[in-house]
C-alpha cells in the first residue's frame, strides 16, 4: 500500500487518497493540524523554500511533487516549480490542495491554479492556512502489522500505516478513544518486530470507510531497550524506502 503516488519524503507522510474528494481529504488531514490562521498569519512567505506536494481535483490523483519557490512579491502569488513532469491538465488544478513543507513546518491549504510563467507556477493566496510542526522523528511508510492487545482482553490486528523511533499509526475498523493506553506490538517484513505501550494521541475518521474506517496515531511509551529496537526497524525500512525511492526514480529514467 502506498501513501501518495509521490514517493518523495513530504509525499510519504500523506496518507492514502483512496478516490476522495479534495473536501472530504482535507478533513481527514485537519485533526493533526492546529486550527486555522489567515494566509498572512501563516508567514508562508517569510518561510524560503521548501519540499511540496499539490493535489488536484481528480480523486484518482494522489498528489505530485513540487518545489515551493516562495512568493510573488506583487500579487503574493505561490510560486512553485514541479520537481518531475505533470501531465494533468491545468483545469484539474482550478482547485488544489497544497501540502508545503518548510522551516520546521507543514502548511496545508486549498487554492487555485492561475498561470505559468518562466518556469514557475502560480497558485492564488489561500484564504486559511492548517499548519503542524514537523515531527522530530520523520515517519516513514510501513507495510506491516500492528498486533493490539486492549485492556478489556480483545486483541486486533491492524494495518500499519507509518512509523517513527517515537509514533506510528494504523488502519482499523476499530474505535480507539484518544488517551487509551493498550500493548502494541509491530511486526516489520524483513526487519523485526517490537512490542511496547503505546497511547491513542489521535484518530481520524474516513468519511467514505476507504481503505479502513479509522486512522489511528499513537505515542511509544519506551524503554531504553524498547527505543533501540525501535530504531533499528526504523532504520532497517527507511533504507529499504531509500532504496525503492532510487528505483523508481532509475526506472523512471531508463
Not at 54 to 67: A, K
Not at 70 to 98: E, H, I, K, V
Not at 201 to 220: C, F, I, N, Q, T
Request: with cysteine.
Amino acid at each position: 500500500m502506498s501513501l501518495t503516488r509521490d514517493d518523495s519524503n513530504l509525499g510519504m507522510l500523506l496518507p492514502f487518497r483512496s478516490e476522495m474528494d479534495l473536501a472530504s481529504y482535507l478533513q481527514l488531514l485537519m485533526p493533526e493540524f492546529q486550527p486555522s490562521v489567515g494566509f498572512a498569519e501563516s508567514r508562508i512567505c517569510d518561510g524560503g523554500r521548501g519540499a511540496a506536494v499539490i493535489l488536484s481535483t481528480d480523486p484518482n490523483d494522489g498528489g505530485h511533487p513540487y518545489v515551493f519557490e516562495g512568493c510573488d512579491t506583487t500579487s503574493q502569488n505561490l510560486l512553485f516549480t514541479p520537481a518531475r513532469p505533470n501531465f494533468l491538465g491545468d483545469d484539474l488544478y482550478r482547485r488544489a490542495l497544497l501540502v508545503i513543507e518548510q522551516d520546521g513546518r507543514i502548511s496545508m491549504s486549498l487554492s487555485s491554479f492561475q498561470y505559468r510563467h518562466q518556469g514557475q507556477t502560480h497558485f492564488s493566496p489561500p484564504g486559511l492556512v492548517y499548519q503542524r510542526k514537523t515531527r522530530k522523528d520523520k515517519r516513514i511508510l510501513i507495510e506491516g502489522d500492528i498486533l493490539i492487545r486492549r485492556r478489556d482482553g480483545r486483541t486486533v490486528l491492524a494495518r500499519l500505516h507509518d512509523f517513527s523511533p517515537s509514533g506510528a499509526s494504523f488502519y482499523t475498523d476499530e474505535p480507539f478513544a484518544v488517551g487509551e493506553t493498550f500493548l502494541a506490538e509491530f511486526a516489520v517484513p524483513d526487519c523485526g518486530i517490537c512490542e511496547t505501550v503505546v497511547t491513542t494521541a489521535r484518530r481520524e475518521d474516513s468519511p467514505l470507510g476507504v481503505p479502513y474506517r479509522h486512522l489511528v496515531g499513537v505515542k511509544m511509551q519506551l524503554t531504553a531497550a524498547q527505543r533501540k529496537k525501535a530504531e533499528q526497524l526504523y532504520l532497517c525500512k527507511k533504507a529499504d524506502s531509500m532504496k525503492r525511492v532510487v528505483d523508481s526514480a532509475r526506472s523512471r529514467n531508463r
